[in-house]
């Protein structure tokens, strides 16, 4: 499972506490402090963020979970992207101050493009002021993250009734509705347990809680709106509840056991979503979420593509992640969706047709390393000795049983780049050692990319920071001489208008002696705007016979195939007019016959001198710049400063309005309905309900824009300085966008094709 959210919602503390609680460390590290397990890497420690996403196996009570920590910066998005491939279930984590923010989308989009059908939310941060677990969930409706977000857990702020009236932050305890039970906290952080009464007379005469506490009168009907909307999604649960008699305690009386099966089969398939709550930073909630994350989860098994009973299942693996270390050199980092992998075995790339020699088998505890002998089916690990193997390849046994599987799992796709910057090395002699730091490099990171243009090395990024720790890789691991030029937004260039010459698809030429021609069964033309582009092209949509999206080259089964496919990645790679790759380009791909008069690297060729002929004939097309969906936060005397700022950086206003009534995404879609849904009241979060209720004074006004992303490199100090401290802003990719022809010529002079 891998924890996912928008950054500081506190998925590095959570994995933490989860290590903690489950007794693998003695004490807690701290973000603050730099003393995480995690976040291991020097520039993680220095600056309190996470870049890459650690995988520790994590043993409780009958299970063990591969616990995966991911970043929550946009910038690292790959990171997300591979851990998201990988996992069989997602907890997703919500600041419960903030409710869903620009990246907690994003994380959820990601699991919706791999299928990740299980999810759990984690309230976080109960024990801050202005806390609100009713505020949370309205936040997921409002946001259409799930038509039934089902609570689990209540929150107790205090078990003295006066906090509640005088709106005290904090969390001391929590109420299981499914189990039954009430879980405490004391001020030292020792925790208890206290199974509930079933009848609602001795709940109310229950000595834990003080006779006047809000809490104890609500519980029976939150139980009761529990088991009541979960019996909506089965039969046989509903059958049960009619045959009860009609007392008061008649849904206290039910037992868990006869809840959770119902639970865990709306769970894992995705009819309802679970939320449970606590704070991981003083450890409360860690064991209610891991028990359910046990219990409501799919095993390995539940998932797999391969028949269980099957007594020797084909290994079937799948490369997630890519590192390089010093020591062991490249690590490569598999889930295993079936059989068992063994070292010293010999394994088939699937994606790249190579042979691979597994040498060592670890377990990986973030950086601590344990070898083993083998790996079973669900498990995560690392392999050494992989020389050809990159992220997103399917690696399975050689054997040739009848049944061996030589499919391809489904790649990683990685995010489009959007900044770039060049790389210039200190000498000549530096010249080598940086391209082959630049090549590991993309091996190791596939959202990197690189290429050469006029002499010129450029690498390419998701943001600035992304770049800033390429740059501090390349320097500490690689340990090579080079300077980095200014940064710089990616552009990308359209297809012009121009009209195809006749016959533009025929190629030929003379080769070893022999005129050679072929038609190229190809079509090339300008995106609908109904259409979308997929970001396995960069942008372009690219379509086999069949008409469906065609996937990356090497993935592509059929050599043909692969030959043109390969060769229109090729030629939309980089415009013969401005050097700029394509965006927003269809290309269909017919049927390539088997008999073709050329050889297959002819073909190859032969796809790219077309095309490159046809973008020629079609002239220069509109260039596009990288847009961001912006969204600030400033006080109200500040509001027209900040506005005027945006509208002449070139920015797109799209909507304005209070804090309260404020979506990210200023999307149009209504929120879905609370019916069938339980809401707890506001008072049941004091701290949120106060805030809420008391001064308006306060409150901050929200713009959504959408901006070119070169005006928000220096952004933070601009609305720093324009809103005396008191902005904030966060921001989503929003695309490439079409620029204006004055717009137009000055890219073009910056890249120096004017």
Known sequence: MALVAHIDSGKT????????????????????????????????RERGITVQSASIPVKWKDWTFNLIDTPGHADFGMEV???????????????????????????????????????????????????????SLLSLLAHRFHPRPTILT?????????????????????????????????????????????????????????????LVPHLPLARTQLIENLSMLSEELMEYLLELPSSPSAYLEIEPSRILPHLRNATTTNEILPVVCGSALKHVGTEVLMDYVGELFPSPLDVSSVDAKERNPPTQLLAWKVTWDPKRGWMTFVRVYSGKLTKQSTLFNASRNQREKVSKLLLLYASEAQEVDELPCGSVGVV?????????????????????????????????????????PHSHSDLEPVQAALDSLTRTDPSVRIDAQEGQILVHGLGTLHLEIVENKLRSEWNVNFEFGQRRVSFREGLGTGEPEPN???????????????????????????????????????????????????SVTTSRLAAVADGVATALSNSPHSSLPFSKVYVRIDEVPKDIPISIANLNSATVAVLRSRIRSAGMGPILEPYVHAKISVPEKSFGIVVNDLTEHGGELLEMGEESSSSFDGSEASAFSEQGVYVPPQWISPSGNHLRTGSQTSMKHIIHASVPLRQMFDYSNRLRAI????????????????????????????????
């Open 13 to 44: 503390t959570l994995t933490e506490s989860v290590l903690y609680t489950s007794s693998y460390l003695a004490c807690s590290g701290s973000v603050d402090t730099g003393s995480t397990t995690t976040d291991f890497l020097p520039v993680e």
């Open 81 to 135: 992207e591979s851990a998201s491939r990988v996992i069989d279930g997602a907890v997703v984590l919500l600041d419960a101050v903030e409710g869903v923010e620009a990246q907690t989308k994003g994380v959820w989009q990601q699991l919706d493009r791999y299928g990740v059908q299980t999810r759990m939310m984690f309230i976080n941060k109960l024990d801050r002021p202005g806390a609100s677990l009713p505020n």
């Open 154 to 214: 209540l929150p107790i702020s205090s078990f003295d009734p006066r906090l509640y009236a005088r709106g005290e932050p904090g969390i001391s305890g929590l109420v299981d509705l499914v189990k039954w039970n009430v879980w405490k906290w004391d001020e030292e952080g020792q925790v208890t347990k206290h199974p509930l009464p079933t009848s609602v007379e001795e709940l109310n005469a229950l000595p834990l809680f003080p006779a006047d506490h809000p």
């Open 384 to 424: 050494l000795g992989l020389k050809y193997t990159r992220t997103g390849d399917t690696l399975v046994s050689l054997g040739g049983g009848k049944n061996e599987q030589r499919i391809a799992l489904r790649d990683i796709t990685p995010p489009p780049a959007v900044v770039s910057t060049s790389v210039i």
């Open 504 to 554: 533009w698809n025929t190629w030929s030429s003379e080769v070893s002696g022999k005129h050679l021609s072929m038609t190229i069964p190809i079509e090339i033309r300008p995106m609908t705007e109904e259409e979308v582009g997929d970001s396995v092209w960069d942008g372009n949509l690219v379509v086999g016979p069949n008409g469906k999206p065609l996937p990356s080259p090497e």
């Open 723 to 754: 809103a005396e401290g008191h902005g904030t802003f966060e921001m989503a990719v929003d695309g490439f966008k079409e620029v204006s022809e004055s717009r137009k010529l000055e890219i073009l002079k910056e890249i120096g094709r004017a």
